[in-house]
């Protein structure tokens, strides 16, 4: 445990103010995705980060790893990266004239996927039971993973050359999808004066991005967060949302019920990081489009016409009753 770590306050949630201030030492202007990130933390879920190019996808990962007193890997996901390459292999070892298994950068607490739609299904595939099960299976031996393990993914819009569409399994696993856009000029000023003034993206450390929360003090929080409260009538609200898209006429799939318990998961980290005890709708609605949005297929035709998952969320939450 490092010193920082060690003089942690006795209110979980102040320490994930701290994260935030650490993480704000060298991301500018993506607010709504640190919060994102803690609420995966919370749940024990997984989020993917879509964004352009430029926009500190890696840089927010990174950063948020750096303070985390958490063994941190990243994969540069690339066309010819295998399987193997992700979760281990089998290989021969000389010196002892025997094979052995040698682990591949999954055994870590967080992942950083890079680009992970960069690479063909096959080797996004790989992640699949890691993301699910937290084990890897290798040659008839499962091997379980740290604890706690997340998995945080970045990619590029599908419209950009050189990707590819995500299986709809592995888009399941991931507990939210978060969307980074351009940040606020007021934000973009601040970005570039800070590169003036001799900031190093490649250089945490000399930024001043400390560990100040430790597995223990997360084990702690998400023991905290199961404990929100969660009445019937807001988890029928949760589970009229998902039924609801599955009665929409521009999507072919709607929300699983996985995904009505990944809403709940969610909302529950949600309402206990804004000081709650007890989930309202309002945490429900505020979770809906991160949460769904990458659960959805949508017909062609919608697609055709412009319509987004995004869309098709905001007229559910719209059309749903909303418990008084």
Same mark, same amino acid.
């Given at each position: 445990?490092?010193?920082?770590?060690?003089?942690?306050?006795?209110?979980?949630?102040?320490?994930?103010?701290?994260?935030?201030?650490?993480?704000?030492?060298?991301?500018?202007?993506?607010?709504?995705?640190?919060?994102?990130?803690?609420?995966?933390?919370?749940?024990?879920?997984?989020?993917?980060?879509?964004?352009?190019?430029?926009?500190?996808?890696?840089?927010?990962?990174?950063?948020?790893?750096?303070?985390?007193?958490?063994?941190?890997?990243?994969?540069?996901?690339?066309?010819?990266?295998?399987?193997?390459?992700?979760?281990?292999?089998?290989?021969?070892?000389?010196?002892?004239?025997?094979?052995?298994?040698?682990?591949?950068?999954?055994?870590?607490?967080?992942?950083?996927?890079?680009?992970?739609?960069?690479?063909?299904?096959?080797?996004?595939?790989?992640?699949?039971?890691?993301?699910?099960?937290?084990?890897?299976?290798?040659?008839?031996?499962?091997?379980?993973?740290?604890? &706690?393990?997340? !998995?945080? @993914?970045?990619?590029? #819009? /599908?419209?950009?050359?050189?990707?590819?569409?995500? +299986? *709809? =399994?592995? %888009?399941?696993?991931?507990?939210?999808?978060?969307?980074?856009?351009?940040?606020?000029?007021?934000?973009?000023?601040?970005?570039?004066?800070?590169?003036?003034?001799?900031?190093?993206?490649?250089?945490?450390?000399?930024?001043?991005?400390?560990?100040?929360?430790?597995?223990?003090?997360?084990?702690?929080?998400?023991?905290?967060?199961?404990?929100?409260?969660?009445?019937?009538?807001?988890?029928?609200?949760?589970?009229?949302?998902?039924?609801?898209?599955?009665?929409?006429?521009?999507?072919?799939?709607?929300?699983?019920?996985?995904?009505?318990?990944?809403?709940?998961?969610?909302?529950?980290?949600?309402?206990?990081?804004?000081?709650?005890?007890?989930?309202? &709708?309002?945490? !429900?609605? @505020?979770?809906?489009? #991160? /949460?769904?949005?990458?659960?959805?297929?949508?017909? +062609? *035709? =919608?697609? %055709?016409?412009?319509?987004?998952?995004?869309?098709?969320?905001?007229?559910?939450?719209?059309?749903?009753?909303?418990?008084?």
């Amino acid at each position: 445990m490092t010193d920082s770590a060690e003089t942690a306050s006795t209110d979980p949630r102040e320490d994930f103010a701290r994260v935030r201030a650490e993480v704000g030492k060298a991301v500018v202007g993506q607010d709504g995705a640190v919060t994102g990130l803690m609420i995966a933390l919370l749940a024990n879920g997984h989020v993917l980060l879509e964004g352009v190019p430029g926009v500190a996808k890696t840089l927010l990962v990174r950063a948020l790893s750096a303070a985390l007193d958490l063994g941190t890997k990243r994969v540069q996901f690339t066309p010819d990266l295998m399987p193997g390459d992700v979760t281990g292999s089998i290989v021969f070892d000389a010196a002892s004239g025997s094979f052995v298994f040698r682990e591949g950068p999954v055994f870590t607490n967080i992942l950083l996927a890079d680009e992970i739609n960069r690479t063909p299904p096959k080797t996004q595939s790989a992640l699949l039971e890691a993301m699910e099960e937290r084990q890897v299976s290798v040659d008839g031996v499962t091997r379980p993973l740290p604890a &706690p393990f997340l !998995v945080a @993914a970045t990619m590029n #819009p /599908v419209e950009y050359e050189g990707t590819y569409e995500l +299986p *709809e =399994a592995q %888009l399941d696993r991931f507990l939210l999808k978060l969307v980074l856009d351009v940040p606020a000029r007021d934000a973009e000023i601040e970005v570039l004066t800070r590169h003036a003034a001799g900031f190093d993206p490649r250089n945490l450390a000399g930024a001043g991005v400390a560990p100040v929360l430790d597995s223990e003090r997360l084990a702690a929080a998400r023991v905290a967060v199961a404990a929100v409260g969660a009445s019937p009538d807001v988890i029928g609200y949760a589970v009229d949302l998902a039924r609801a898209t599955r009665q929409s006429p521009s999507v072919k799939l709607g929300v699983s019920p996985r995904g009505a318990t990944a809403l709940l998961a969610a909302s529950k980290a949600w309402a206990w990081l804004s000081g709650f005890d007890a989930i309202t &709708p309002d945490h !429900v609605q @505020a979770m809906a489009l #991160p /949460v769904l949005r990458h659960r959805l297929q949508l017909r +062609p *035709e =919608a697609e %055709l016409e412009g319509v987004g998952a995004d869309t098709v969320l905001r007229s559910v939450l719209q059309q749903v009753q909303v418990p008084i």
